[in-house]
């Protein structure tokens, strides 16, 4: 259980970062990438699931670093896919996941928040928010994130309660299914269709690597890059879920 001190931490976290999204709204526009810039985007995947508590962490202590710099974040094409080490049952419409029950809740959760909230700087501090609660072992408290984020919660709730949730973890399944080569453990992150494998904690040197553009981030320019060869596998050295 983290101390008060710590929940007193990510709650300001927390606020800071709802302030900034605010603020990327109409500044990523008006950044300095130019439209070949644009075309440049380096595209970033993360395969998770909500209960596991690298994912949690990788995403409350590292993915939410590409949002501290608006040239870094105008330079990634970031896709969330919250589906993990779950298995599909044999109706095929159906699935349990790693942590039980409550994970396939916020799995969905966060699936009908993205396809309700496309916009980036929606759908990412309400995931931030409920990874933050499950970091802190008070995942059971996810509901209080649309007051924190003054968010309607009727497009979740009737996502969730219609079974289009259902149909989008789905998608998330046959998406998380088909990778190249299959993932095997989460957090599971992927730059530019490569899998990052131990090093994802790494992943803006990766993302600053593949990048192509005119217009070099300051982020990238400062950042000495050490990166392992794409598609070398190596045991895990940063904490994983295994897919069972």
């Known amino acids: 259980m983290a101390s008060s001190s710590s929940s007193s931490k990510k709650a300001l976290s927390l606020v800071f970062y709802i302030t900034l999204f605010c603020f990327l709204s109409g500044s990523v526009s008006a950044s300095r990438t130019s439209p070949s810039d644009v075309n440049s985007k380096v595209k970033l995947g993360l395969y998770y699931e909500s209960l596991c508590p690298y994912s949690a962490n990788f995403i409350i202590n590292y993915l939410v670093k590409i949002f501290e710099d608006v040239d870094l974040l105008s330079i990634v094409d970031l ?9 599909i049952r044999a109706n095929n419409s159906t699935f349990d996941c790693q942590h039980g029950p ?47 984020l003054e968010l309607d919660p009727k497009p979740i709730v009737d996502c969730y309660t219609s079974g289009y949730g259902t149909q989008l973890e789905l998608k998330y399944a046959a998406e998380t299914n088909s990778l190249v080569p299959p993932h095997q453990y989460v957090p599971w992150v ?29 982020a990238c320019s400062n950042l000495f890059l050490i990166t392992n060869y794409y598609g070398v596998e190596q045991k895990p050295v940063f904490p994983v879920g295994y897919n069972k």
């Open 79 to 87: 896709h969330l896919s919250p589906w993990g080490n779950a298995k």
């Open 102 to 148: 409550s994970e396939c809740l916020l799995n969905t959760v966060e699936a009908c928040a993205i396809d309700s909230w496309p916009e980036l700087n929606k759908h990412f501090p309400f995931i931030y928010c409920i990874e933050s609660l499950v970091y802190e072992h008070k995942y059971s408290q996810w509901e209080t994130c649309f007051d924190k």
């Open 190 to 218: 992927v730059v530019e269709g490569q899998p990052l494998y131990e090093d994802y904690e790494n992943f803006i040197s990766y993302v600053c690597k593949a990048y192509k553009g005119n217009v070099v981030p300051k």
